[in-house]
């Protein structure tokens, strides 16, 4: 059986909550789940004690029993010190693409245009 360490969501239409749940991975997001180990409310400010609750030692046990987490538990246990934070790079993303590129491109020479007039003078 494939475990997944995952949030389920509850609340209420544009009011989420989140209990993080040990489940089956073929079992639906909010359906069955083995074990509650805690739970998450977006809603609350970043540093208020009821934003995130969890049970570390569950958590580890169920690592260990070889449950993987999702991306955002994941962060939870990283923040918390129980796993590894996992270090995402995808440098092409980040670059212009290629009209953006080519603009910069028209850009530069633009400017290096009057430049090298000047000094020629």
């Known amino acids: ?12 239409k544009k009011r989420p909550h989140y209990n993080i ?10 359906g ?19 934003r995130l ?3 570390l030692e569950a958590a580890k046990a169920w690592i260990a029993k070889g449950a993987v987490a999702s991306d955002r538990v994941h962060k939870f246990l990283a923040k918390s010190g129980l796993v590894k ?11 212009p693409k290629k009209k953006a590129q080519e603009r910069a491109a028209a850009n530069a020479a633009a400017v290096a245009a009057p430049a090298e007039e000047a000094s020629a003078s």
Do not use: C, E, W
């Not at 059986?1 to 209420?12: E, K, N, Q, S, Y």
């Not at 749940?21 to 079992?27: A, L």
């Open 85 to 95: 934070a996992r270090i995402h790079n995808n440098p092409q993303k980040s670059q």
């Open 32 to 50: 069955r789940f083995i074990q509650k180990i805690g739970f998450y409310n977006p809603l609350l400010p970043s540093d208020h004690a009821d």
């Open 21 to 30: 749940v040990i489940s089956d991975s073929r079992s639906p997001r909010d």
């Open 1 to 12: 059986m494939a475990l997944r360490i995952r949030l389920a969501r509850g609340g209420t």
């Open 53 to 55: 609750k969890l049970d």
